[in-house]
């Protein structure tokens, strides 16, 4: 079992930058692969970014690339996303998400732990 939590979400003016952290419990935490992703008011939940355990391999969505960075420290327990360049358009609920493989990243069905969401608002 692995519980997330997410913290770092807020206010911030288009062009900023937030951080967002994900702390896991559990000591199998490390051996998790993770996910970032968001849910606009009234529309589906996205794929943002992906790390697979042992962060050597990352996955972004398009509309992220370049902007958005996503790492972890397994000392920790958590996995972060650094979020730059902030548009009104990555206004959103962004969650964090625990995967036992380390297929199909983007995929949020396959998912298996959720955390309960922080907000994200960029004011333009």
């Known amino acids: 079992q692995v519980q997330l939590v997410e913290s770092g979400g807020g206010l911030v003016q288009a062009g900023g930058s937030l951080r967002l952290s994900c702390a896991g419990s559990?000591?199998?935490?490390?051996?998790?692969?993770m996910g970032w992703f968001r849910q606009a008011l009234g529309k589906e939940r996205l794929f943002v970014a992906a790390?697979?355990?042992?962060?050597?391999?990352?996955d972004y969505a398009d509309s992220v690339k370049g902007r958005f960075t996503i790492s972890r420290d397994n000392a920790k327990n958590t996995v972060y996303l650094q979020m730059n360049s902030l548009k009104s358009e990555d206004t959103a609920v962004y969650y964090c998400?625990?995967?036992?493989?380390?297929?199909?990243?983007?995929?949020?069905?396959?998912?298996?732990?959720w955390g309960q969401g922080t907000q994200v608002t960029v004011s333009s």
């Open positions: 998400a625990a995967k036992r493989s380390s297929w199909n990243l983007h995929l949020g069905g396959e998912y298996d732990y």
């Open positions: 559990g000591h199998t935490f490390s051996s998790y692969a």
């Open positions: 790390i697979t355990w042992s962060a050597a391999n990352t």
